[in-house]
Nanobody, 126 residues
Framework: QVQLVESGGGLVQAGGSLRLSCANSGRTFGSVVMVGWFRQAPGKEREFVAYISSSGGTTYYGDSVKGRFTISRDSAKNTVYLQMNDLHSEDTAVYYC??????????????????WGQGTQVTVSS
């Protein structure tokens, strides 16, 4: 079973940085082919933020975060990170990490993923 736990959220001023962590407390990421980050602001649909392949060699980003956010993974720690720099008030949302075990998926959509964490709140004050 894959069990994801996010951490690292909080309150930060605009222009600041946060690093989110997504730890797999279940079986190793060996069975997982991709990990993604999504976010959902109040009254809005869940939005794709970033994706990383199982090897870490392929990453994708949503247009709104390109150049500011970086996704990475530490296989030894079974953890995926989302480094968020130059945060804007529009980045305020609950951030979720998700893991997918099926191949031949783009990783850009919620339905590509089978396992989800509980979410961590990120609030950016202007």
């Amino acid at each position: 079973q894959v069990q994801l736990v996010e951490s690292g959220g909080g309150l930060v001023q605009a222009g600041g940085s946060l690093r989110l962590s997504c730890a797999n407390s279940g079986r190793t990421f060996g069975s997982v082919v991709m990990v993604g980050w999504f976010r959902q602001a109040p009254g809005k649909e869940r939005e794709f933020v970033a994706y990383i392949s199982s090897s870490g060699g392929t990453t994708y980003y949503g247009d709104s975060v390109k150049g500011r956010f970086t996704i990475s993974r530490d296989s030894a720690k079974n953890t995926v990170y989302l480094q968020m720099n130059d945060l804007h008030s529009e980045d305020t949302a609950v951030y979720y990490c998700a893991a997918g075990v099926r191949r031949l998926r783009t990783g850009l959509y919620s339905y590509d993923y089978e396992y989800w964490g509980q979410g961590t709140q990120v609030t950016v004050s202007s």
